[in-house]
């Protein structure tokens, strides 16, 4: 991995709701009308403005579907904007799942630097109840968003941000077998 790019990933073990950045990324449903996991941690914690965005996405396009993103305000949070993507629900991996878990992770890098957005902050897509393997995940993230940075000066900054330990682990694994 470029030392460029290496030192653009921070790795935080946390709560994504306190994190100050431009923007997080918000594990969303379709409906972009809140949830449960992440998806009802940000919308709790960033307020009812969030809502009324995601309710004006709705009423323009319908919702979101899986592997896309949409940016609305981020409310309360310390973070300007909420970038919402829609993961897949993990199906033992033959619908597609990689190619559309990473497509979450590029449009919503694609997000943040069409609105020059410099750091950003994603939490761990599809590993709630969606199923899809925490291992497998982790390693699409990181493959992903490194392709993405080492052709990309914008945003300038991603932090990964865990909530248990074992995603830590996980994470530090990918991160030092790209690194080696």
Known sequence: MPDSTA?????????????????????ANSSLLGGG?????????????????????VARQGGCKTG?????????????YVIHTVGPVWNGGHKNEPALLANCYRNCLAL???????????????????????????????????HYLAQHDVPEQVTFV??????????????AHLKS
């Open 112 to 146: 943040a630097q069409e609105h020059g957005l410099k750091t950003i902050a994603f939490p761990n897509i599809s590993t709630g109840i969606y199923g899809y393997p925490k291992d497998k995940a982790a390693a699409v993230a990181v493959q992903t968003v490194l």
């Open 37 to 57: 996991g992440v998806d009802g941690a940000i919308h709790r914690a960033g307020g009812p403005a969030i809502l009324e965005n995601c309710r004006k996405i």
């Open 68 to 80: 896309e993103a949409v940016i609305t305000t981020g409310g309360r949070l310390p973070a300007q």
């Open 7 to 27: 030192h653009r990933i921070q790795l935080l073990q946390g709560d994504i709701t306190k994190v100050k950045a431009d923007a997080i990324v918000n594990a």
């Open 162 to 175: 865990v909530f248990d330990p074992e995603n830590l682990r996980l994470y530090e694994e990918q991160l």
